[in-house]
């Protein structure tokens, strides 16, 4: 079975602070994602990468960079946290074809 | 842009048949996935169609139509298990990158 893990289910941060979200994966997948879901948005990427040390900017990047320096891990970072920025973040590794999810981190800005 | 629209809620009862239906206007077109999630957890692959007709599986199938820009889910003998949001998803390229609608949340009832 495929697993994707990531670091925190709930997390609390205030405003400013530099945040770090962790994701893992154990299938030797090249791509991984990370994206943020809010009610009524749906999913939506905020970065991916297609390899070690490459990454693309999603469709929402601004606020947020990641790092990826082992294939297997995928960091996202919030560099300083906004009110905004309250949401779901969902890690995701795929192959070739179907995306597999992490399950979750529910991270609040206050 | 990227566009995918689907009902945000949709109400069953045990047993029915139920079709959740998903329109794209994408900017290229390499497959469509659809996800279901329940409340609290990841996103889990359902199906993928990449060419026109129906793809069974099970009590799930998915349909589509690229010339219309059109995709459904069809569920079949529903049970309680199957309330959950049901996601659509375009991949618009040859890359792994999808572009997700805002997710139908179905509510079965006995």
């Known amino acids: 079975d495929v697993k994707v893990t990531q670091s925190s289910r709930y997390l609390v941060k205030r405003t400013g602070e530099k945040v770090f979200l962790e994701c893992v994966q154990d299938?030797?997948?090249?791509?991984m994602f990370w994206y943020r879901q809010d009610p009524g948005l749906g999913l939506r990427l905020i970065y991916f990468s297609y390899d070690v040390k490459m990454k693309e900017k999603g469709d929402i990047p601004e606020g947020y960079s990641v790092s990826r320096e082992k294939k297997e891990r995928f960091s996202l970072i919030l560099e300083s946290a906004s009110t905004n920025q309250t949401s779901m973040y969902l890690c995701?590794?795929?192959?070739?074809?179907?995306?597999?999810f992490g399950p979750g981190t529910r991270l609040t800005v206050t | 842009g990227q566009n995918i629209d689907q009902p945000t809620e949709m109400t069953a009862t045990e047993g029915a048949i139920v079709q959740i239906n998903c329109t794209y206007q994408t900017s290229g077109f390499n497959g469509l996935f659809w996800y279901q999630q329940h409340a609290g957890e990841a996103p889990t692959f359902l199906s993928y169609n990449v060419l026109d007709g129906l793809e069974e599986k099970g009590r799930f199938s998915s349909f589509l139509s690229r010339s219309k820009g059109y995709s459904y889910l069809l569920l079949k003998e529903l049970q309680m298990k199957d309330s959950a949001s049901y996601l659509c998803a375009v991949r618009a390229n040859a890359g792994n990158m999808l572009t997700f609608g805002g997710g139908t949340r179905l509510m079965v009832k006995p």
């Open positions: 995701a590794s795929s192959s070739t074809l179907e995306q597999y």
């Open positions: 299938m030797d997948h090249e791509n």
